[in-house]
């Protein structure tokens, strides 16, 4: 069985130094075969949670033009509180 | 919160609109809850007044507990199907399957969630109503957020601003303001068994400020909309493999005609379709909001629950309520302005485990 969405985007980000948002939603889609707006701005929002609860940093913002309107970017790194709830939750090996 | 580049005005522009979005989305789910709790009591009293409930004499204090138990396994039945309906449309359905079948590790704080927030505190209130009165019930249950907001600090270091504490301590204060002149007819010094309901009010404040708590722990790795489908999955089993059975074998009490009275009375079934789609969304929301603003202002803003419930039975009932409600509005009104106007930064950043957001 595949991991839950949320659990799976903290593995993606275990794997690399760091990842910006546009970078994880993409590995997202290809896992879970699922592509549209909607699914997207779910998948930042839980980046949002993620973030605000600390398990994951930004590091880095950046803006992008998309269609002729402003988008903010987000340069993600796991934190040391989230290895840590990664390791409680199963979700990276000690 | 870049740490190491210059930024232009436009982006810290662009940050602090999304940030200020997050923590606005925050406090719309906490009001969300509050609205759909205050209108829960509606349904929820009106329960008592139909077959099988209400020919249920107030005296009988274990047959009402049962009836409680009951009604509440039925109600927690009817959210999970409502929950089911609502990730459906968002497409969460597999997500909740992911997410349950990690029970050793992530939902079994679920599980304890609903232990909590169901048996603990749903049960605690009812005894508090029943031994002591209804006034004292919902007094008790004002204090949740202050256990919550504990439990949240020492356990996972979420941060409590002071104007946050404030802000708390004022919608409490307001909470306090509306219910607190009833209660003093409703204590009875003569009453023999009113330290059950003490005990009851101390289970509900307790119950429910854990929940939140326990919930926010699973919730840092799972999905909130999912998390709560979770935990009304472990509260039907608890209800329906645990405690009923256990009522029904070591007790005359009658569980199976209570089950059979209540899903054959449409009437009943009206009541508890209407309360559990308060309930259902009215949860949704609470937990929605945990993961934008934090445990602690999440359940002080849910509190405003209390000025709500006073407004939907006025409006059912045609009861206006006291003169002194307007005063516990102002109070309560106010102590939310207070926590909402905290910069959206520090709202961005829940907890101590990490540096500062830059600039805050």
């Known amino acids: 069985m595949k991991l839950h969405q949320k659990g799976f985007l903290l593995v993606e980000l275990s794997k690399a130094p760091s990842m910006w948002d546009y970078q994880l939603l993409e590995k997202v889609f290809a896992e879970y075969e699922q592509h ?5 701005k779910t998948l930042r929002i839980a980046l949002d949670e993620l973030s605000a609860a600390g398990l994951i940093k930004c590091i880095e913002n950046k803006l992008d033009t998309v269609n002729g309107k402003s988008k903010l970017l987000f340069n993600y790194q796991l934190s040391d509180f989230g290895i ?3 390791v409680d939750t199963g979700l990276l090996l000690a | 919160m870049a740490s190491n580049a210059v930024i ?4 810290t522009q662009m940050l602090h609109k999304h940030y200020a979005r997050n923590q606005r989305w925050g406090f719309m789910w906490a009001l969300w809850t509050a609205i759909l709790w205050g209108a829960w009591y509606v349904p929820g009293t009106a329960l008592w007044s139909e077959h099988p409930y209400v020919d249920i004499a107030a005296d009988q204090q274990s047959l009402r507990l049962a009836a409680t138990a009951v009604m509440t396994w039925v109600h927690a039945i009817t959210v999970f199907i409502f929950l089911l309906l609502w990730n459906m449309v968002l497409g969460k359905v597999k997500d909740y399957g992911r997410t349950m079948v990690r029970f050793s590790k992530i939902s079994k704080w679920y599980a304890l969630a609903s232990l909590c927030g ?3 505190a749903i049960f605690g209130s009812y005894m508090a109503m029943g031994f002591v009165g209804p006034v004292f019930a919902a007094i008790s249950s004002l204090f949740y957020p202050v256990i919550g907001a504990i439990i949240a600090r020492l356990w996972y270091k979420e941060k409590i601003s002071k104007r946050a504490a404030i802000g708390m301590c004022i919608i409490i204060f307001g909470g306090m303001v ?7 007819g409703e204590m009875d010094a003569t009453n023999p068994n009113a330290w059950l309901g003490y005990v009851g009010g101390i289970m509900s404040a307790i119950g429910w400020g854990t929940e939140g708590a326990v919930a926010g722990r699973a919730m840092d790795v799972s999905d909130p909309d999912v998390g709560i489908h979770c935990r009304f999955s472990f509260e039907i089993l608890f209800w329906g493999l645990l405690i009923l059975p256990f009522l029904a074998t070591f007790t005359d009490l009658p569980i199976k005609s209570l089950i059979i009275d209540t899903v054959t009375h449409s009437k009943a079934m009206l009541w508890i379709v209407l309360a559990a789609a308060c309930h259902a969304y009215c949860y949704t929301a609470f937990y929605k909001s945990f ?3 934090g445990v602690g202002r999440g359940e002080a803003i849910g509190n405003l629950y209390a000025v709500f419930a006073l407004i939907f039975i006025a409006a059912f009932t045609l009861q206006l309520p006291q003169w002194y409600f307007i005063l516990g509005l102002i109070l309560t009104v106010a102590g939310s302005f207070v926590m909402f106007s905290e910069p959206a930064e520090s709202v961005a950043q829940l907890r101590d485990n990490e540096p500062a957001l830059e600039g805050v």
């Open chain 1, 36 to 40: 549209n707006d909607f699914r997207e």
């Open chain 1, 84 to 86: 840590t709830r990664m």
């Open chain 2, 291 to 293: 993961s934008l603003i």
């Open chain 2, 8 to 11: 232009s005005p436009n982006l």
């Open chain 2, 118 to 120: 169901g048996p603990l």
């Open chain 2, 178 to 184: 509306i219910y607190g002149p009833s209660l003093f």
